[in-house]
């Protein structure tokens, strides 16, 4: 049972969305996503994509996924935000995840970035652990801010 990884297609957004509702489901948030698979094709295979992403897959079935793009810091410029990252639970703790992650750090090699940074829910131990095994700095003292499109329309 070997995984492929490669980059993914528009052909894949539908396996994507899936993926990433089970994300959500697994993080208690399954009402909070709101993206549909037209606004995936639009806002990633346009004249200006805004994201990326890799997919892992078995015997061409597809069982996990990184999601990622690319952001700006003032302080020290370009680096690569892993939005989403997830295997399918049937093949967690497979060593598929530690291929998908290595292949966003080859990336991230490639493409000269400054850092790979992501966000993980503090209660998800797992994922932490993960973290930990590339030494990651996990910073508890920065909290994430956003407004949303309702609060947008509002202002």
């Known amino acids: 049972m070997e995984a492929k990884i490669r980059k993914g297609t528009k052909l894949d957004l539908p396996i994507i969305l ?4 089970e994300l959500a489901e697994l993080t208690h948030a399954l009402d909070k ?3 549909t698979l037209e606004d995936l ?3 990633g295979f346009g004249n200006n994509p805004s994201y990326w992403f890799l997919v892992a897959e078995i015997d061409s079935k597809i069982i996990g996924m990184a999601f990622y793009y690319i952001r700006y810091s003032t302080w020290e410029g370009k680096y690569l935000f892993l939005e989403d990252f ?4 049937t093949y967690r ?5 530690t291929k998908l992650f290595g292949s966003i750090i080859k990336i991230a090699k490639q493409m000269n970035m400054n850092k790979v940074m992501w966000e993980v829910l503090s209660w998800n131990t797992s994922a932490i652990q993960f973290y930990k095994k590339y030494n990651a700095q996990l910073d508890d003292e920065w909290i994430s ?3 949303s499109k309702k609060q947008l ?3």
């Open 153 to 155: 329309d509002k202002l």
């Open 93 to 97: 703790n497979k060593g598929i995840g």
């Open 145 to 147: 801010g956003k407004l």
């Open 18 to 21: 899936d993926l990433i509702k």
């Open 33 to 35: 996503v709101s993206i």
């Open 86 to 89: 997830v295997v399918t639970e």
């Open 41 to 43: 094709e639009n806002d």
